[in-house]
């Protein structure tokens, strides 16, 4: 009889420690508020929690690149804006020197406003963003573009990048191209070295801002009507059309990037919600756990203390 009750006991008391393990367990829980902190817990939420975790990772970085490539476009906007800005100025100036009774003198005037205007857009095409210039392709650590003089007075400008193209993942295959060529003519020559669009000088439409403003402000100098009417102004009005083209492109751009952060925000959120799911406890279940296992615990304590005192009043006689 004494092995039996002995038995009975050691089996209590294996039960009291059960109970007592779960109920520090659902404490656990309880305090922090994770239900699943080894893959021991639950191996198959634990895959799942890995899984979701990996694809929240990779939306993390497709947001941290949508965040680097709205700086570059939004900046990029904003010169091709301003270079826009410019350029119907000198419009402007071309359509009122090419009034030929409009006094010679007065042209020479608007030849050095050219000028300054011309410096300004040498300035722009050589924009950076953190120290990464826009227009030279792959090239970002060298300036696009450089300005040579003869008399203080802009004679050429060449360009220094080549045609490399940045492609930014922005989601799963989703890519799209960052930048924007400060020139498809790489060897200065006139002749596009590839088809890829330009800002300032694309070969391939025969556009170039740099050798029409110069040749605009020597044709005032000079007083060269005719070029004013039947070169240059025509020119300007390709090169508008081209830097409205450009801007429109990364202004579409701007919009699918707008839409790719909003579809990574909710899957974010998605996958957030799953990995919680599987991840965080029900408190309102781990409370009512508790409050039972309390109970059962308490009450185990109290058949097992009867149970003790039996037995050593059997052993007593």
């Known amino acids: 009889m004494r092995i039996t009750e002995q038995g009975i006991l050691r089996t209590s008391l294996v039960h009291i420690q ?3 393990e779960k109920l520090a367990h659902n404490q656990e829980m309880l305090a922090s508020g994770i239900r699943v902190k080894n893959p021991s817990d639950d191996p198959i939420a634990t895959q799942r929690i890995l899984r979701w975790r990996k694809v929240k990772e990779s939306i993390v970085q497709y947001q941290r690149n949508i965040s680097t490539v709205e700086i570059w476009m939004n900046t990029t906007e904003s010169i091709i804006a ?33 000028e300054a205007l011309l410096k300004e857009i040498v300035t722009l095409s ?22 040579n003089y003869t008399g203080g007075l802009i004679t050429s400008v060449d360009y220094n990048g080549d045609g490399g193209q940045r492609v930014v993942e922005i989601g799963e295959g989703n890519t799209i191209t960052v930048n924007v060529l400060g020139s498809n003519d790489i060897d200065n ?3 596009a070295d590839f088809d890829y669009p330009a800002i300032f000088r694309d070969a ?3 556009v ?35 830097l409205a083209v450009r801007r429109s492109v990364v202004g579409l751009n701007l919009d699918a990037i707008t839409l790719a952060k909003d579809i990574l925000s909710k899957e974010e959120i998605d996958v957030s919600e799953d990995i919680d799911s599987n991840e965080k406890a029900d408190l309102a279940k781990v409370i009512s756990d508790i409050n039972y296992e309390q109970t059962i615990y308490q009450a185990s304590l109290v058949s097992t203390s009867k ?11």
Not at 307 to 317: A, E, N, P, S, Y
């Open 18 to 20: 059960r109970h007592f």
């Open 208 to 242: 170039d801002i740099f050798d029409t403003l110069i040749n605009l402000r020597n044709d005032l100098t000079s007083g060269n009507v005719n070029n004013i009417n039947s070169l240059r102004i025509p020119e300007l009005e390709d090169i508008l059309d081209n």
């Open 126 to 147: 050589n924009s950076a963003v953190d120290n990464n210039y826009i227009f030279a392709g792959h090239i970002t650590n060298t300036k696009p573009f450089t300005a």
């Open 82 to 114: 301003s270079v826009q800005d410019i350029v119907q100025r000198v419009y402007e100036l071309a359509l009122t020197a090419g009034n030929e009774l409009l006094p010679q003198e007065i042209r020479a005037g608007l030849s050095e406003e050219v």
């Open 189 to 191: 020559d006139g002749v």
């Open 204 to 206: 391939n439409l025969g």
């Open 307 to 317: 149970l003790m005192q039996g037995t050593l009043f059997d052993f007593i006689k």
